[in-house]
């Protein structure tokens, strides 16, 4: 009788740090917002204080404003790899590092997927 009840102890012990630990790991780091790379960019997320991309890049990426940069038909390794350096410092850019700080990875690899498939219409020069 006794030795259940440590038995049981135990498994209750077991079992708590094992839920804590769980949270612990979801606690850390910003929340996935579970949302497409399209309704981002065209919508942003809220609750994370992401504005929606194309209200400055365009919602295909080509932006028709100069001092926002093209993002359509880029490589996507390229801009995942800007995004994370805005969100983890390395790049500092005051409105970049303010949409980026909160994006997932999940998130981020959604963003570049997309607007790497985009087409980019830009003109060569001369073939015109
Ligand atoms: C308020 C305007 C604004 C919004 C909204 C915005 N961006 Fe930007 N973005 C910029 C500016 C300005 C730069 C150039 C920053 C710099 O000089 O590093 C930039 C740069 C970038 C770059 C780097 C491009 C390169 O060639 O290095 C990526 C990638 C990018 N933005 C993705 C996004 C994504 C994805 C979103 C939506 C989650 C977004 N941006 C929302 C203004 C914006």
Redesign the pocket.
């Given at each position: 009788m006794k030795r259940i009840g440590i038995v049981l102890m135990g498994l209750m012990l077991g079992g708590g740090a094992a839920s804590a630990l769980a949270e612990e790991g979801h606690s850390s780091g910003p929340e996935d917002s579970g949302l497409t790379a399209k309704e981002?960019?065209q919508e942003?997320?809220p609750d994370k204080g992401?504005?929606?991309?194309q209200?400055?890049?365009g919602e295909t990426g080509e932006s028709s404003v100069p001092?926002?940069?093209?993002?359509a038909g880029?490589y996507e390794s390229?801009?995942s790899h800007?995004?994370r350096g805005?969100r983890d410092g390395e790049?500092d850019?005051e409105?970049?590092k303010e949409?980026?700080k909160n994006?997932t990875d999940r998130e981020?690899d959604a963003?570049?997927g997309y607007?790497s498939s985009q087409q980019n219409s830009l003109a060569i020069p001369g073939s015109e």
């Open positions: 981002i960019v942003g997320i992401v504005a929606a991309c209200s400055c890049h001092t926002y940069p093209d993002l880029q390229y801009l800007s995004l805005y790049r850019e409105t970049m949409q980026a994006l981020i963003l570049a607007f």
